[in-house]
């Protein structure tokens, strides 16, 4: 089958912990993005990679880092700097054209 | 950086009646303009999109449409059943790579 898959589905971590989320797609797309996305508000864009190797931050990075080594992969790191990580995380892909974007199931992560 | 509004934040309807939901958006260079529908729980999945060479697209009951004069896009489903109960949301984007999302409406078909 084909898609995008996000483990863990619900990950609960102490405060301060540094935790890595991630991201797989098997669809060839180029692209790969991460958002966050809170209660009662749209997506907000963390991060985005158009080719492997490069990515470049959206609108909310502060706290937050990733990589993309590979074409499939893009794991998303939150660290302890980000003041507040309780959110859910979700993950995209897409061809560079068309720009539809695929989503994961997401992540639900709580930070206690 | 882009703006997009999306209104209403919530809308109910009867079965059978239609849903429209609107979004406008400040960026003039916007010119790819997707619809998502979330189910609780779940990530966004596209439900239809349009690029701002065409005014409107439809596929089945749902349709969208485009005035970049007035920059704005409405989401129009038809013949709306309770399986369309999600909540549904706009999008903007510019360049490749950055899509600006609105606040989202949560639709509600009563049978």
């Known amino acids: 089958d084909g898609g995008i898959t996000q483990s863990p589905k619900y990950l609960f971590r102490k405060e301060g912990q540094n935790v890595t989320l991630s991201c797989e797609q098997n669809?060839?797309?180029?692209?790969m993005y991460w958002y966050r996305q809170d209660p009662g508000q749209g997506l907000r864009l963390i991060y985005y990679?158009?080719?492997?190797?490069?990515?470049q931050k959206g609108d909310i990075a502060e706290g937050y880092s990733v990589s993309r080594e590979k074409k499939e992969s893009f794991p998303l790191t939150v660290t302890s700097a980000q003041k507040n990580p309780t959110a859910f995380y979700l993950c995209?892909?897409?061809?560079?054209?068309?720009?539809?974007?695929?989503f994961g199931p997401g992540t639900r992560l709580t930070v206690l | 950086g882009e703006n997009v509004e999306q209104h209403p934040s919530t809308l109910s309807v009867q079965e059978g009646d239609s849903a429209v939901i609107k979004c406008t958006y400040s960026?003039?260079?916007?010119?790819?303009f997707p619809w998502y529908k979330q189910e609780l729980g779940k990530g966004p999945q596209l439900i239809i999109d349009?690029?701002?060479?065409?005014g409107e697209k439809k596929d089945q009951r749902i349709a969208v449409t485009l005035n970049k004069t007035a920059k704005h896009f409405s989401l129009h489903i038809t013949e709306t059943q309770p399986e369309d109960s999600a909540v549904y949301f706009c999008?903007?984007?510019?360049?490749?790579?950055?899509?600006?999302f609105g606040d989202g409406t949560t639709l509600t078909v009563k049978p």
């Open positions: 995209a892909s897409s061809f560079q054209d068309p720009r539809r974007q695929f």
């Open positions: 669809l060839n797309h180029d692209a």
């Open positions: 990679s158009q080719i492997v190797n490069d990515f």
């Open positions: 349009i690029r701002s060479n065409v």
């Open positions: 960026d003039s260079a916007s010119n790819y």
């Open positions: 999008a903007a984007q510019a360049a490749a790579g950055k899509s600006t």
